[in-house]
């Protein structure tokens, strides 16, 4: 997969994303889903930065952190798309509540 995301991020692109990274069970699968997670959430669209968060996101990303705490790849993915989420202001306290700022 190329570093770029995709212009017309649907929801099943989404849903996928997330998925992807809850069902990962060892690090390197985590850092590929929590990469592919941040560049979704990166691209600057409001809306989907919202969606995503709605849909579980964050949760996941925060999961997959606590869950490879020992793998910089992890953390450092999980800090992007964390940070990407918090573009949106309306996410920023639902970032702080699951955990995603210690």
Do not use: Y
């Not at 190329?2 to 985590?30: F, L």
């Not at 990166?42 to 996941?60: F, Q, R, S, V």
């Not at 490879?68 to 996410?91: D, I, P, R, Y």
Request: a negative charge; one cysteine or more.
């Amino acid at each position: 997969m190329d570093n770029e995301p995709s212009e017309n991020t649907g929801t099943d692109e989404v849903t996928e994303a997330i998925e992807q990274v809850r069902a990962a069970r060892s690090p390197e699968s985590a850092a590929n889903g929590l990469r592919d997670l941040a560049l979704l959430v990166c691209n600057d669209d409001h809306a989907n930065m919202i969606k995503t968060a709605t849909a579980g996101g964050i949760e996941a990303v925060v999961a997959a952190m606590r869950a490879h705490v020992g793998s910089a790849e992890v953390q450092q993915w999980g800090c992007s798309a964390l940070s990407s989420f918090s573009c949106a202001e309306e996410n920023r306290s639902e970032v702080a509540a699951a955990g995603g700022i210690e």
